[in-house]
């Protein structure tokens, strides 16, 4: 069985908050147009966001659709391609026929753009792609070096708009390429590893010419990563920030340099922190402030994920990691410092602000679990799952 990443960024299985039909409140701040591409075939365009709505049309793998951003106040839950998910609706119209209209599922559709309609990225250009990687066979390892190869070819010199649609596609691909394509069955007991090699892996300097393996899942856009005990393949992210980090939008550079170092430097494995805990501070303040600035962000479920699930880790601890000493019952001092650097080093921020809160229950409570501790934790881990 594959190893979980050693950070999942995944999107979160979100609380279902009270069920209604009717769309959210205007954002006078929401961009004018968004455009999607449908990730799945076959998924449900009905007239209400709900499940048991009537079906208006069945939207086909690779289709574009685009919206005003409108989304539906409550979420649901379904199970796309073996995944569950808890989403909302977005209110849609397809492109081929922009009369016919109505609510999708939104983890069902890959958001592509978001801003002014005049700067949306050219659709033939994103059909022509899907095209190309619909007739890829995501479990062959070869498809990887097909995508790459579509890539470096039609999309060298494009609008950022464009760059940031293709950046989504190809890393979108290669994740599935990762995941339902199983390509850990590729390596697992099969590396002819000696020490030294591992600890190159694991530092960032293993050479992956070396092995006709290892040869081949570098050349089709992947590397090795490390978790419970073994590696196994996952997405090269430094090749995707070489090619798309010059091309693509201001906020998608940043987004990339984020996530690439992210990946290379993972900080949980087997339930514990591997990096000092202010890290994590910073890198909780860093996506605060990213989701701050880019408030529609195309990937914006993703990022604020990340945000509130480092704010939960530096709040709750986790299982090897934790917030309270299991001798004592006392906070631990990795947390204490922690939080008193937030404090210092970050003090307008939501984080310090729940930080605050924590810090100043625990000192009022001489630093000891207590039942008014615990009933703060479980209402911080009550607004994480709810989110």
């Not at 690439?260 to 339930?271: A, S, V």
Request: net charge negative; with cysteine.
């Amino acid at each position: 069985m594959k190893p979980a990443p050693a950070l999942s960024l995944a999107l979160a299985l979100l609380g279902l908050t009270q069920c209604q039909s009717d769309k959210a409140p205007a954002d006078p701040n929401r961009p004018e147009y968004f455009l999607y591409a449908v990730r799945v075939d076959d998924l449900p365009l009905r007239k209400k966001p709900e499940q048991d709505a009537t079906i208006v049309a069945h939207l086909a793998e690779g289709e574009l659709v685009e919206g005003k951003g409108e989304t539906s106040a409550q979420r649901e839950e379904m199970t796309l391609r073996g995944q569950t998910y808890r989403a909302p609706y977005v209110l849609i119209n397809r492109l081929k026929d922009e009369k016919q209209g109505g609510w999708a599922f939104s983890a069902g559709l890959t958001e592509l753009y978001a801003g002014p309609q005049a700067n949306r990225p050219e659709p033939g250009a994103i059909e022509a792609f899907n095209r190309h990687l619909q007739g890829l066979d995501f479990r062959d390892i070869t498809s990887g070096a097909k995508a790459w190869r579509y890539v470096e070819k039609h999309f060298e010199a494009v609008p950022a708009s464009l760059a940031d649609a293709a950046f989504l596609l190809l890393e979108q691909f290669l994740r599935r390429m990762e995941i339902e394509g199983e390509l850990w069955k590729i390596t697992e007991g099969r590396l002819p590893f000696s020490e030294a090699d591992a600890q190159a892996v694991y530092k960032g300097r293993f050479d992956y010419s070396k092995y006709p393996i290892t040869d081949s899942l570098y050349t089709n856009g992947f590397r090795l990563a490390w978790g419970e005990g073994m590696f196994f393949p996952v997405v090269n992210w430094d090749r995707l920030r070489e090619f798309f980090g010059p091309r693509v939008s201001p906020a998608m550079q940043r987004y990339i340099i984020q996530r690439t170092e992210e990946y290379k430097h993972p900080i949980y494995e087997d339930g514990g922190i591997l990096v000092p805990l202010e890290a994590v501070a910073e890198m909780a303040v860093w996506w605060e402030n990213f989701n701050r600035r880019y408030p529609y962000f195309v990937r914006r479920e993703e990022t604020r994920e990340s945000e509130a699930w480092l704010r939960l880790v530096l709040l709750n601890g986790v299982d090897n990691t934790p917030v309270f000493s299991a001798e004592t019952d006392e906070v631990s001092q990795a947390y204490r410092s922690a939080w008193e650097y937030t404090l210092q080093r970050h003090p307008k921020t939501e984080l310090a602000r729940r930080v605050r809160e924590m810090a100043d229950l625990c000192a009022a409570e001489g630093w000891k679990r207590t039942e008014k501790i615990n009933a703060l934790r479980a209402r911080i881990l009550q607004e994480y799952n709810n989110w």
